[in-house]
């Protein structure tokens, strides 16, 4: 049982982690190595490391897409000010 | 063609490695005997429930510090290249609906008060200082997000995490002096196994832990979305 959810899991964020590297549009790029972190942080808590799995979801799933939303938004903004100027 | 070659067998070597590692990989059934003894240790000799705390704030602490050290010096170099410049303009960002912005209103004690206990009960259950600053940093971030009209006090934030920096440091000088090392918690009473107020400065440092982290994260956040 243990086995099938390990491997269920693993396949999830395996294409989640490909999708991530060949997708052309970087926000779901973001997004879905967003989704690793979260399928890596259940996988902690299967292997009983609570405490592991709470700074996973929180750190890597949470806050590292976040920090990477705004910097895509700044990217931007920055691109779209050298086109006026 | 050689560049090919060299590639293959660098690959070849790594696979036989790993193929090592992963044939010698079994459930292990016995603890190395320093691990045996912190185990044992840590709820006998520094009265924590949750062995992995006592660990991360009492026998390793001073990877701990290094750790918050590190997050501080991230979190001041990102203030310090995104400073604001007054001659840019900002961009009006779109206020947030009417149902994100109550439901923000709604969760955001709730979230705080949530971290806020991840960080009190470090020493009894799963997570701690980190943890629950994180999930405190989030919560701002959620409320932030969500109406444009609300902003960061950057003093007070500042205020709050220099001083709970020194708070840290000084319990750390404080078992120095009062017990058996830097960063030792025995010199606050141990209270009983299991409740809140037990296992001497350990919820104290981990308190500290989470009002620095919050703030260090929230200053990231704020100095990343506030010139876009």
Known sequence: MIVLLVLFLGSISLVAALFAIHTKSLLSAVISSGVVSLVASILYIVLHAPDVAMTEAAIGSGLTTVVFLLALRKIRSARKEDHRG | ?228
């Open chain 2, 1 to 228: 063609m050689a560049k090919r070659v060299i590639l293959l067998l660098l690959l070849c070597g790594l696979a036989v490695l790993f193929y090592k590692t992963l044939t010698g990989m079994g459930p292990t059934l016995t603890l190395a005997p320093m691990s045996q003894q912190m185990v044992t240790d840590a709820p006998q000799t520094l009265g924590s429930q949750n062995v992995i705390t006592a660990i991360v704030v009492t026998m390793r602490g001073l990877d701990t510090l290094g750790e918050v050290a590190v997050l501080f010096i991230a979190a001041a170099g990102i203030g310090f290249l995104l400073r604001k410049e007054h001659e840019h303009r900002r961009e009006m960002r779109r206020d947030g609906s009417e149902i994100l912005k109550t439901g923000a209103r709604l969760l955001l004690p709730l979230i705080i008060l949530f971290g806020c206990y991840i960080f009190t009960h470090g020493h009894l259950t799963p997570g701690g200082g980190f943890q629950g600053g994180v999930v405190i940093a989030s919560g701002i971030l959620l409320f932030i997000l969500s109406d444009v009209s609300r902003s960061v006090n950057h003093s007070l934030l500042s205020i709050s995490e220099s001083l709970s920096g020194f708070g840290y440091a000084a319990l750390g000088i404080a078992g120095f002096f009062l017990a058996a090392g830097f960063l030792d918690n025995r010199f606050l009473p141990m209270g009983t196994f299991g409740s809140l107020f037990s296992a001497g400065a350990i919820p104290v440092i981990y308190s500290f832990i989470g009002v620095k982290v919050g703030c260090e994260l929230t200053g990231i956040f704020t100095s990343m979305q506030e010139d876009a």
